[in-house]
């Protein structure tokens, strides 16, 4: 196969990737076929070097996943260009090494143990990549799924990572079949593997329907008041409009639902943008102004997202990302908070704690502590801002929620920790406009869809920008709000003190693939050791 072939074949990959993804084409079928293509590249490359050519997939690999990456997240570039272009190339550069180790897995142990590496490479990669200071899970697999929630009603017993698995499994299959077909040029040589792969295509979706037309929301319901205040992040949140003028604007447009049987409102990230001191809110105008609807509604709770500072004192905290302030001689933190005016006159805090890396915080705080106040924070403050080692949920009268902030919501297993709290609902909280009318905010909407399935529990989600929803407990978006609009909406939703199997036990099919892919890649490097010193005879 001549290179620009493989060229070709590879941005095919990269491209039916892309459009498969939500909201940059939704054409969520191609997925399947996504990467036979590259597949087909890793073959030509396989029986180049069986033949003694030096050849390197990675570098095809490398093509058709920055394609993949460009299609479907190009619009990071709004928020931050030097952002964009840092996800885009690293990412695609991460997974074109996973895909190099399946290529080194085949050539020395053959078909069967390279395709299983394959997947647990993938599957071990993308647990990796959900929880170290470069995460960017945004393309996990199975999140592509995301535009078609019913097929995948059976995420509460394994989460997104069965969909990768899914994915691979009938990628590889294809692949075999065309194989088939290319070895012997005939189609029956190709009807079994296809029969195979076709089966294992319609069994999961047929799964998925069947639960979804059986499944009944669980828990008591409660009624929830959203609201979308729609403030120009860029030209008015953190500058043109005052701090309490935005609080008043959340509670004028709140009053409009509000009902004596609302038991929570709930406002968006950074709502609150003017940084106070946690233990000083009480005495602030934002806060006399929320205490002031609810004194007109007594029953209801208030969850909002605030630019919070915490203070520490003289004494160094046990915090990397903590500020010194040479005029007052204290260590602080920032923090993107949630907070909970509870109708017992507490206030409870929750700090956001999946940051966005290279804009809330600078990668790997303890080597480069030194430089976090170059990292451009988009809830209003610049530095890397402070985060909590454990999540918890808001506890009322009426049940428990799980405070979940922004980029929070990417996360599965992450999302889990707030129902092992106690949460039975969650309420996301977020400023999506830094993005501009783009997928992205379609995107992280979708991804809500499948943590409501994960967990099975009902969504309230409050934007500043839009889209603001409520997602019930199989995933459906019952009521949304349009873009760039002022707007409140009023539901009942169910809180599910139930786990699923997928809560209880996270992202066990990740965990497992990475202690097998060390083994794997272990028993490699022993075959490959072994076979030096034939290659030296």
């Known amino acids: 196969m001549k290179k620009i072939h493989k060229i070709g074949l590879s941005v095919l990959s990269g491209v039916l990737a892309g459009v498969s993804w939500p909201s940059t084409g939704g054409l969520v079928p191609l997925i399947f076929i996504a990467f036979v293509p590259l597949l087909i590249v890793a073959q030509s490359q396989l029986e180049s070097s069986q033949r003694g050519e030096k050849s390197r997939v990675i570098w095809y690999a490398y093509i058709a996943f920055l394609v993949w990456n460009i299609i479907s997240t190009w619009w990071v570039w709004n928020a931050s260009s030097f952002g964009a272009v840092a996800a885009i190339l ?40 959900m929880d ?50 290319l070895a012997f040029s005939t189609v029956r040589a190709a009807i079994r593997p296809l029969a195979t792969t076709v089966l294992i295509i319609s069994v999961p979706i047929i799964a998925g329907y069947s639960i979804y037309s059986s499944y009944e929301q669980q828990g008591k319901e409660v009624e929830v008041v959203v609201v979308q205040p729609n403030v120009d992040p860029y030209n008015d949140k953190f500058g043109g409009l005052s701090s309490e003028e935005q609080v008043e604007r959340i509670t004028d447009l709140a009053r409009q639902k509000v009902t004596g049987k609302t038991r929570y409102v709930v406002a968006p990230e950074t709502a609150i943008p003017k940084s106070f001191d946690e233990a000083e809110f009480k005495q602030t105008n934002e806060y006399a102004v929320l205490k002031e609807l609810q004194n007109d509604y007594p029953k209801t709770n208030i969850v909002i997202g605030a630019s919070t500072f915490v203070i520490y004192g003289r004494m160094k905290p046990d915090s990397p990302t903590a500020r010194y302030a040479n005029r007052n001689q204290i260590y602080y933190d920032y923090c993107n908070t949630a907070v909970h005016i509870s109708t017992k006159d507490s206030v409870e805090f929750y700090h956001k704690s999946k940051l966005v890396p290279g804009v809330e915080m600078m990668p790997f705080p303890w080597l480069f502590q030194h430089f976090q106040d170059l990292a451009f924070n988009l809830g209003g403050t610049t530095g890397s801002l402070g985060r909590q080692d454990y999540r918890e949920s808001f506890s009322s009268e009426v049940g428990s929620v799980a405070p979940v902030i922004c980029y929070e919501s990417v996360y599965g297993e992450y999302v889990g920790d707030y129902i092992h709290k106690g949460a039975e609902a969650i309420f996301i909280i977020t400023n999506d406009g830094w993005w501009g009318d783009t997928p992205g905010y379609h995107q992280h909407l979708k991804y809500a869809q499948l943590r409501a399935i994960e967990h099975r529990k009902s969504i309230a989600r409050s934007a500043n920008t839009g889209i603001s929803a409520f997602i019930n407990q199989k995933g459906e978006i019952e009521q949304k709000t349009s873009w760039w609009e002022p707007d409140v909406i009023s539901s009942k939703i169910a809180l599910n003190p139930e786990k699923t199997f997928y809560t209880k036990h996270g992202d066990y099919m990740s965990r497992t693939s990475l202690a097998f892919s060390g083994l794997l890649l272990l028993l490699v490097f022993v075959r490959r050791r072994q076979a030096e010193p034939d290659k030296k005879k």
């Open 90 to 129: 690293f990412n695609a550069l991460f997974v074109a090494v996973i895909f190099s180790l399946f290529q080194a897995t085949r050539k020395t142990l053959g078909d069967v143990p390279g395709f299983a590496g394959l997947i647990m490479y993938w599957l071990a990669w993308e647990w990796f990549h």
């Open 132 to 181: 170290w200071d470069l995460s960017w899970p945004w393309l996990t697999l199975g999140n592509v799924f995301a535009g078609t929630p019913n097929w995948v009603q059976w995420y509460e017993f394994t989460g997104v990572n069965g969909g990768t698995l899914w994915i691979w499994l009938v990628n590889i299959g294809i692949f075999r079949a065309v194989q088939k077909y």
